[in-house]
């Protein structure tokens, strides 16, 4: 009994073992099964092209418009306001040469007679004495050799003096008709240009002493606009010379665009602001006059010329540190400290000294990378930020 149980156990202990070695040859001969981390894509990037180039550049600027010829309207003779122009009030248009305002003309006309009948006097009185010294150099000629006189007599005995005397009244009674004829004539006041009415100070049949203030004009087709801008780019703006124009400006007002050209700058900063004060003129069509209103803010650009050997960038590309993420020709990312020559509204100007061969221009914001790291790009439009049609592949690399 005992013996037969041993052999059972013996027998259930081999099956038992051979079990155990067949499950150990199963788990080393299995296939292992490899779990490895997968690795990161490459990150995409949006680049531009960083080809140097030759820039037209403009100037921003704001202002107000001022007139450009102000004019008070002072008669510069007295006496009674005959008439004035219908258009004489505020807003009113008054044509190049029509009567402003009239002052009464008839003691003027008066006076201009008086004094041709004082010159009619004059020439009778001259040619008198014409005869009286004819007649005074006959009898000197007769008593020749029978006596002597010197010089200063013999001046006084042709009546030189006197002859003197009538020329000069002669003299001093035409300008009295040149000066009459001016009074007369300045008894109309016009202008030789087109002119807009500010100001009426006086109306018909007011009595007004000479140089009195009457009202106030401007020169309608002319107007002036200063700007105000950084004293800095003041080099880079053109000023009349030698026939030549000065820079051009673009006035832009409620929709309208009008042309000029920058014809001063002012020697003084404004004193709040500290900026430079630029005066453009206009041209302005005086039956539109209305489109532009003295006293209106305006925005202007400034033709400011050209900028060589430059990079355009949009702003987002530079950093608030001065700095601009570039992938190089290797593709890996960098840095670049960026050197601007020019900042327009939307772009900057960067010197080609910033850049190096092969450089592409990041304008996607960097998060978690660094430099040196390997990214791929799309070249993309710097205005619109869209894919350019030649490369619309999100996958591609280039560099």
């Known amino acids: 009994m005992k013996q037969s149980t041993l052999v059972r156990a013996f027998v259930l202990l081999l099956v038992a073992g051979g079990f155990a070695a067949a499950g150990w040859q199963l788990m080393q001969t299995a296939p292992k099964s490899s779990r490895e981390r997968p690795q990161a894509p490459t990150p995409l990037l949006d680049v531009i092209d960083s080809r140097a180039d030759r820039y037209p550049v403009e100037l921003a600027a704001a202002g107000t418009v001022t007139s450009a010829y102000e004019l008070e309207i002072?008669?510069?003779?007295?006496?009674?306001?005959?008439?004035?122009?219908?258009?004489?009030?505020?807003?009113?248009?008054?044509?190049?040469?029509?009567?402003?305002?009239?002052?009464?003309?008839?003691?003027?006309?008066?006076?201009?007679?008086?004094?041709?009948?004082?010159?009619?006097?004059?020439?009778?009185?001259?040619?008198?004495?014409?005869?009286?010294?004819?007649?005074?150099?006959?009898?000197?000629?007769?008593?020749?050799?029978?006596?002597?006189?010197?010089?200063?007599?013999?001046?006084?005995?042709?009546?030189?003096?006197?002859?003197?005397?009538?020329?000069?009244?002669?003299?001093?009674?035409?300008?009295?008709?040149?000066?009459?004829?001016?009074?007369?004539?300045?008894?109309?006041?016009?202008?030789?240009?087109?002119?807009?009415?500010?100001?009426?100070?006086?109306?018909?049949g007011e009595v007004v002493a000479a140089r009195e203030l009457v009202g106030r004009v401007t020169r309608a087709d002319r107007y002036w606009i200063e700007l105000r801008t950084q004293p800095a780019q003041l080099a880079r703006l053109r000023l009349p010379r030698d026939g030549m124009p000065g820079a051009r400006v673009a006035v832009l007002h409620d929709g309208e665009t009008f042309a000029g050209e920058i014809v001063r700058i002012r020697a003084d900063l404004a004193g709040d602001s500290r900026l430079a004060g630029v005066i453009a003129e206009i041209a302005v069509d005086p039956e539109n006059r209305h489109r532009l209103l003295l006293g209106s803010y305006v925005e202007a650009r400034i033709d400011a010329g050209f900028i060589d050997d430059a990079v355009a960038v949009p702003r987002r590309a530079v950093g608030d540190n001065g700095r601009v993420w570039v992938v190089d020709g290797d593709g890996l990312l960098q840095v670049r400290q960026a050197d601007v020559v020019w900042q327009a509204a939307q772009r900057l100007m960067l010197s080609v000294k910033t850049l190096h061969t092969g450089d592409r221009v990041v304008v996607s914001r960097i998060s978690g990378l660094v430099p040196g790291a390997k990214v791929r790009t799309r070249t993309v439009d710097p205005d619109s930020g869209r894919p350019r049609a030649d490369d619309l592949s999100p996958g591609r690399t280039n560099g």
Do not use: C
């Open 74 to 204: 002072r008669p510069q003779v007295g006496g009674r306001i005959a008439t004035m122009h219908p258009e004489f009030e505020p807003g009113g248009r008054i044509p190049a040469g029509m009567p402003i305002v009239e002052i009464e003309a008839d003691d003027y006309r008066l006076a201009l007679e008086a004094a041709e009948a004082d010159v009619a006097k004059a020439r009778a009185t001259a040619a008198l004495e014409q005869g009286r010294s004819v007649v005074a150099r006959e009898e000197l000629d007769s008593l020749k050799g029978s006596l002597e006189v010197d010089a200063t007599s013999r001046a006084l005995a042709l009546r030189r003096p006197q002859r003197r005397q009538v020329e000069a009244d002669l003299v001093t009674a035409e300008n009295r008709v040149s000066q009459a004829r001016l009074d007369l004539d300045r008894t109309a006041v016009s202008l030789p240009f087109d002119v807009i009415v500010l100001e009426r100070a006086r109306v018909a």
